[in-house]
């Protein structure tokens, strides 16, 4: 089994409920989404090369090509979004669990179906619900409500990244889907780096008057200048 990797690389999650937490992270290939805020373009397009410790491989690579380069005990799984490549996650998931590495999954929560393959592999999950004004792309709001369902019952929260275009009615929308599936969900409001954001801790009030847990943090690793 072979599939599309960016790279391999060992920080700091930046993001979301594990911020601070060392990891390594595997970054995978191709996108379906391709969001207008995206901050890693080059993972994309399922194609390029695999990059590691400043040298370049070919792809697509095998899973056994990248055990020795995965360091630490917590791993997050990244792209791109990895669900592309539900087969080959699969392989690298049971050979990392066979490590009794703690797996983390970051995905665009666009494809229930492939998650529900793989979700038992996974301690965390992100599902990172990409609305409309911020992503400049169809809503996908069905997806996510059915990857929601499915990753329910687990250690997950939602992911939405705001920018000045935001709109209220995304918002409400966000908060109706959790509280349908369970309302102790997190749900965390990830402003982009750098831009002018809509009021901030109105959103969370409003989104508080639903929901039992909601926390605004922004992308920790950018203001520390990591990776």
Not at 168 to 197: M, S, Y
């Amino acid at each position: 089994m072979k599939g599309f990797v960016r790279e391999v690389f060992t920080s700091i999650q930046g993001e979301g409920l594990k911020v601070g937490q060392r990891m390594t992270f595997v970054r995978f290939l191709g996108c379906n989404v391709s969001c207008d805020y995206c901050d890693t373009t080059e993972a994309q397009a399922m194609e390029g090369p695999f990059l590691y410790e400043g040298k370049i491989f070919k792809n697509p690579i095998e899973v056994d090509f990248l055990l020795d380069k995965i360091e630490e005990r917590t791993v997050a799984i990244t792209g791109g979004e990895p669900l592309l490549q539900v087969y080959f996650l699969g392989e690298l998931c049971d050979r990392l669990r066979e490590s009794r590495k703690s797996l983390y999954l970051d995905t665009n929560s666009s494809l229930p179906d492939n998650l529900q393959q793989v979700v038992d592999y996974f301690d965390t999950i992100c599902l990172d619900f990409k609305v409309p004004s911020a992503t400049g792309r169809p809503q996908l709001w069905q997806e996510h409500e059915q990857s929601l369902v499915i990753a329910a019952g687990r250690d997950v929260f939602v992911k939405i990244v705001i920018n000045e275009n935001f709109l209220p009615r995304e918002l409400d929308t966000t908060c109706a889907i959790i509280a349908r599936v369970d309302k102790n969900i997190p749900l965390v409001i990830q402003p982009v780096f750098g831009k002018d954001n809509p009021d901030l801790l109105g959103l969370q009030k409003k989104a508080l008057d639903v929901l039992t847990d909601v926390r605004i943090i922004p992308q920790v690793h950018k203001y520390l200048h990591l990776r």
